[in-house]
């Protein structure tokens, strides 16, 4: 069974910076997509940035050149720095990954950004 923790979230001004980070589990990790998304009040589920087995990355346009993804193999833990934070990125953000066709989610972690 495929488990995802995520933690590192918070309370943070404008401008400031958070590290999230979600260790998986119950997989072979180094094998994995892995992915974060963010879900705001009232607002649908979107992806902020993915990270491929082979470290290559992609980002929401919202975020591009303000968050950085990666990855430790060999602590089965995906990052996601988060630095010049706007109010707009207060949500619930979310660790993901898909193992046989089946997509895996953490509980996720707040994050709240005051202006």
């Known amino acids: 069974q495929v488990q995802l923790v995520e933690s590192g979230g918070g309370l943070v001004q404008a401008g400031g910076f958070l590290r999230l980070s979600c260790a998986a589990s119950?997989?072979?990790?180094?094998?994995?997509?892995m992915g974060w998304y963010r879900q705001a009040p009232g607002k649908q589920r979107e992806l902020v940035a993915t990270?491929?087995?082979?470290?290559?990355?992609k980002y929401a346009a919202s975020v591009k050149g303000r968050f950085g993804i990666s990855r430790d193999n060999a602590k089965n833990t995906v990052y996601l720095q988060m630095n010049s934070l706007k109010p707009e990125d207060t949500a619930v953000y979310y660790c993901?990954?898909?193992?046989?066709?089946?997509?895996?989610w953490g509980q996720g972690t707040q994050v709240t950004v005051s202006s």
């Open positions: 990270i491929s087995t082979l470290g290559s990355t």
């Open positions: 993901n990954t898909e193992l046989f066709a089946r997509v895996y």
């Open positions: 119950g997989t072979t990790f180094s094998r994995n997509n």
